[in-house]
């Protein structure tokens, strides 16, 4: 059997910085017997710069053969005043796009050594693991038709929302599969209320809950409750499925509910692939922080547990995934903080690398 492929694009400003402690702990993986078949190449701005294209077709390509792709970030103000056809994150449209990732995995994770960190109350996200499913290529963000057009002496400004049952199928789908290797619990969130694409997400994921998932539990709640419940008590919640819209508000609320950007990791994933893993891409929630770049101060954190993601979901390493999060936990309770994680009592921060180190070494 040939050894599992990564495609590892490091992108821009911290992406490279970030990238290469997740790297370490790969090249860890080999002397331990699991050998990656890593390959690297360029995105983003990184790629602009040496191709004219943010997304070279040969990447694009290697894309779509590997078990799963890599990304740290992509964009930065040197590239700010480009054609909007060949910016930065442009690359990362492409590869969302072109792979067919439909499925955006968004957990939010509090770790004990952190609890003071959040802005709620501790007992209320002390130990809160969540993950929010929410769909990534569809609904009101690509729905047609839509643009500024004129209606007498006014313009007007028009979106569509609209979902397929096929489209609301397959993300509920990747939800269910992932409650039953979690906590067993679906909340799909939507606006039943008043939206005919809320109705039509309601009676959907209803029904592949009740003929092929019937064992996990399911809740349905309108999104705005459902944004309200999730601050006041987010640990009712185990999985929560949403559309692209309320998924984009709801996971960056529950995001930070745990504190900082440099902890978030996200994975991306599309339709299962000859193998029977779904295609993925894994990344950072973090954007490329032009402000700290080439300073030694990111936090790889996210980018570290992003690979995590890769090991559970992309590789079937799930007890190496578990390693490698208590790893975090560990040196994070050791009292181990990059610059971000500093709270006002301040101290010493440590580098981008010692905190990698200090992952690797726990
Ligand atoms: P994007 O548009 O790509 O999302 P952004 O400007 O919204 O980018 P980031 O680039 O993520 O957001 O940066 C937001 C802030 O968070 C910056 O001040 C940055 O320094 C900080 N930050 C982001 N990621 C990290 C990290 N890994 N470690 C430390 N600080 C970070
Ligand atoms: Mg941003």
Redesign the pocket.
Known sequence: MSNPSILILPGD??GPE?MAEVRKIIDWFGTQGTTFDVSEDLVGGAAYDKHGTPLHDDTMARAQEVDAVLLG???GPKYDDLDFSVKP?RGLLRLRKEMDLYANLRPAQCFDALADFSSLKKDVVAGLDIMIVRELTSGIYFGEPRGIIHEGNERVGINTQRYTESEIDRVARSAFELARRRGNKVCSMEKANVMESGILWREVVQKVHDEDYPDVELSHMYADAGAMQLCRWPKQFDVIVTDNLFGDLLSDAAAMLTG???MLPSASLGAPMANGRPKALYE?????????AGQG???????ILSFAMALRYSFDMGEDATRLERAVEKVLADGLR???LMGPEGGTPVSTSEMGDAVLAA
Do not use: F, R, Y
Request: proline content about 10%; some cysteine.
């Open positions: 400003g911290i970030v970030a992509v964009g994150e900082s950007l440099g950072p929630v973090h954007g490329s922080a032009p402000d700290i101060k990111a936090n790889p954190i996210a980018c990059t610059a971000d």
